[in-house]
């Protein structure tokens, strides 16, 4: 269902074509500033050595993404090829194939011409992104406070700067979302997933799980109108998977299981709760802003916030005494702001504290979507599509911030402002708080630290 059509139109606030206009120049103006910042972030690194121990997007493109490319470059596609990353890949090839076609014999990982072919998937980025924030500004007249939040994430621009998958998979979660923005007719939409189903697949293997947001997203809206599941209908919905299932099912054929074989040690299939609970407790973390706007948004009924936040808290609790959520390089879980903080604090019980808090207020947040979803017979896509990413979480170890931060700050930004006109103290919070976020974020990558999970 798209989100055009979730909530009631008497929520609608008339907006002149004029008026749209300019929202839409300065949008424009915000993704040009903001790409020829991250130009001037390449520019600024260009023949200067970069300690790669500190900037683990520089560590992973220079020893893994880059040699991949290279290695198809040299050599092609093979079944027996030689496995750098633990992922389908897909860009590799790409790059690789566009490579040997203009006689390029090798890139090295912080190349100028490899960084202008990978800004591409920046353009896409930045244009995803005001698409769709110019679709929530049209819906209520106060959208424009959500650039903040979904663009603080600095992830993104490091995947672009110093290039490896995790910006291009963005750029196919994005896709997802903006085509829930738009009106189609449903053979097209279905084709439309069915299409970046294979292209995540190819990308990251569980990125294939886009092409089931049609069947999420019917089943959810059943949950939620509390109607009959029609068989056939969900039959339907899922024929997006069936091509994306085929490209994986080459993979799994030529490496005997879901990574290569040389990195199965990632691979650890629905053991890691732990993942769930990194997802909450960092969600707590940067989630206060959200927090008081979901909490604005619960009222009516005294006793539901009430009721979210013991529950939340008895979730948080149960997972400090049920978890191992000590920092472990080992286990993956490490890097995150999660496991930093955590780390820093002296005391084992201080820490159990922490976690406890992060852990609690993170669960209230999501509780609280699910709440609204639930108490207005409405669900957005965007939280289905990220509840659904969630999941395929639980099929590796490592824990890490890149995996989460942008999602859960795009989903929350949208659910919460698709839905109501923030005040001007909760418009200056978030302010504040996000738009301190991105500086820190844009600082760390001038001074060539930082990245995934750092």
Same mark, same amino acid.
């Given at each position: 269902?798209? !989100?055009?059509?979730?909530?009631?139109?008497?929520?609608?606030?008339?907006?002149?074509?004029?008026?749209?206009?300019?929202?839409?120049?300065?949008?424009?103006?915000?993704?040009?500033?903001?790409?020829?910042?991250? =130009?001037?972030?390449?520019?600024?690194?260009?023949?200067?050595?970069?300690?790669?121990?500190?900037?683990?997007?520089?560590?992973?493109?220079?020893?893994?993404?880059?040699?991949?490319?290279?290695?198809?470059?040299?050599?092609?596609?093979?079944?027996?090829?030689?496995?750098?990353?633990?992922?389908?890949?897909?860009?590799?090839?790409?790059?690789?194939?566009? #490579?040997?076609?203009?006689?390029?014999?090798?890139?090295?990982?912080?190349?100028?011409?490899?960084?202008?072919?990978?800004?591409?998937?920046?353009?896409?980025?930045?244009?995803?992104?005001?698409?769709?924030?110019?679709?929530?500004?049209?819906?209520?007249? #106060? $959208?424009?406070?959500?650039?903040?939040?979904?663009?603080?994430?600095?992830? !993104?621009?490091?995947?672009?700067?110093?290039?490896?998958?995790?910006?291009?998979?963005?750029?196919?979660?994005?896709?997802?979302?903006?085509?829930?923005?738009?009106?189609?007719?449903?053979?097209?939409?279905?084709?439309?997933?069915?299409?970046?189903?294979?292209? /995540?697949?190819?990308? @990251?293997?569980?990125?294939?799980?886009?092409?089931?947001?049609?069947?999420?997203?019917?089943?959810?809206?059943?949950?939620?109108?509390?109607?009959?599941?029609?068989? =056939?209908?969900?039959?339907?919905?899922?024929?997006?998977?069936?091509?994306?299932?085929?490209?994986?099912?080459?993979?799994?054929?030529?490496?005997?299981?879901?990574?290569?074989?040389?990195?199965?040690?990632?691979?650890? !299939?629905?053991?890691?709760?732990?993942?769930?609970?990194?997802?909450?407790?960092?969600? $707590?973390?940067?989630?206060?802003?959200?927090?008081?706007?979901?909490? @604005?948004?619960?009222?009516?009924?005294?006793?539901?916030?009430?009721?979210?936040?013991?529950?939340?808290?008895?979730?948080?609790?149960?997972?400090?005494?049920?978890?191992?959520?000590?920092?472990?390089?080992?286990?993956?879980?490490?890097?995150?702001?999660?496991?930093?903080?955590?780390?820093?604090?002296?005391?084992?019980?201080?820490?159990?504290?922490?976690?406890?808090?992060?852990?609690?207020? /993170?669960?209230?947040?999501?509780? #609280?979507?699910?709440?609204?979803?639930?108490?207005?017979?409405?669900?957005?896509?965007?939280?289905?599509?990220?509840?659904?990413?969630? $999941?395929?979480?639980?099929?590796?170890?490592?824990?890490?911030?890149?995996?989460?931060?942008?999602?859960?700050?795009?989903?929350?930004?949208?659910?919460?402002?698709?839905?109501?006109?923030?005040?001007?103290?909760?418009?200056?919070?978030?302010?504040?708080?996000?738009?301190?976020?991105?500086?820190? /974020?844009?600082?760390?990558?001038?001074?060539?630290?930082?990245?995934?999970?750092?």
């Amino acid at each position: 269902m798209p !989100p055009s059509v979730i909530l009631p139109k008497s929520n609608r606030v008339p907006i002149s074509d004029r008026h749209f206009g300019s929202v839409s120049r300065m949008l424009g103006l915000i993704a040009v500033l903001i790409f020829a910042m991250g =130009v001037a972030v390449k520019l600024s690194w260009l023949n200067r050595a970069i300690d790669l121990k500190a900037n683990q997007a520089a560590w992973d493109a220079f020893y893994y993404h880059v040699p991949q490319i290279n290695e198809f470059i040299t050599n092609g596609f093979r079944p027996d090829y030689s496995n750098f990353v633990a992922m389908t890949p897909g860009l590799h090839l790409l790059y690789a194939y566009l #490579a040997r076609g203009f006689g390029i014999t090798s890139f090295a990982y912080d190349s100028g011409l490899l960084f202008a072919v990978h800004s591409l998937w920046m353009v896409a980025y930045l244009a995803l992104n005001m698409f769709i924030i110019g679709k929530v500004y049209q819906r209520n007249n #106060a $959208g424009l406070i959500i650039v903040l939040p979904m663009l603080a994430s600095a992830y !993104p621009v490091y995947s672009w700067v110093w290039p490896t998958t995790d910006l291009p998979a963005t750029v196919l979660y994005l896709t997802a979302i903006a085509i829930e923005f738009r009106t189609w007719r449903e053979i097209n939409r279905l084709a439309a997933y069915a299409v970046l189903g294979v292209a /995540g697949v190819l990308l @990251r293997q569980h990125y294939g799980f886009l092409a089931a947001v049609p069947a999420g997203i019917l089943v959810a809206n059943a949950i939620i109108h509390r109607t009959r599941l029609d068989p =056939v209908k969900l039959l339907v919905y899922l024929l997006p998977v069936v091509p994306a299932l085929a490209v994986l099912a080459y993979f799994v054929s030529i490496w005997h299981g879901l990574v290569p074989p040389d990195q199965a040690y990632h691979f650890a !299939p629905f053991s890691e709760p732990v993942s769930l609970a990194h997802v909450l407790g960092f969600t $707590g973390l940067v989630g206060l802003p959200f927090a008081v706007s979901l909490w @604005r948004l619960l009222a009516g009924n005294n006793r539901t916030p009430i009721r979210i936040l013991v529950a939340a808290i008895v979730c948080g609790l149960v997972a400090v005494v049920a978890l191992p959520l000590d920092p472990s390089v080992a286990a993956g879980r490490y890097g995150s702001m999660l496991w930093t903080i955590e780390g820093k604090i002296p005391s084992q019980l201080l820490r159990d504290v922490f976690l406890w808090g992060a852990i609690s207020l /993170g669960a209230a947040i999501w509780m #609280a979507v699910a709440t609204l979803c639930w108490r207005q017979r409405d669900v957005i896509p965007t939280v289905v599509v990220y509840t659904m990413y969630a $999941g395929t979480l639980l099929v590796q170890e490592f824990c890490f911030q890149r995996y989460v931060e942008e999602p859960i700050l795009l989903t929350l930004a949208i659910f919460i402002v698709w839905q109501t006109r923030l005040p001007k103290a909760e418009s200056i919070l978030w302010g504040i708080c996000f738009g301190g976020y991105m500086l820190l /974020g844009w600082g760390k990558l001038f001074q060539g630290v930082g990245g995934f999970g750092q």
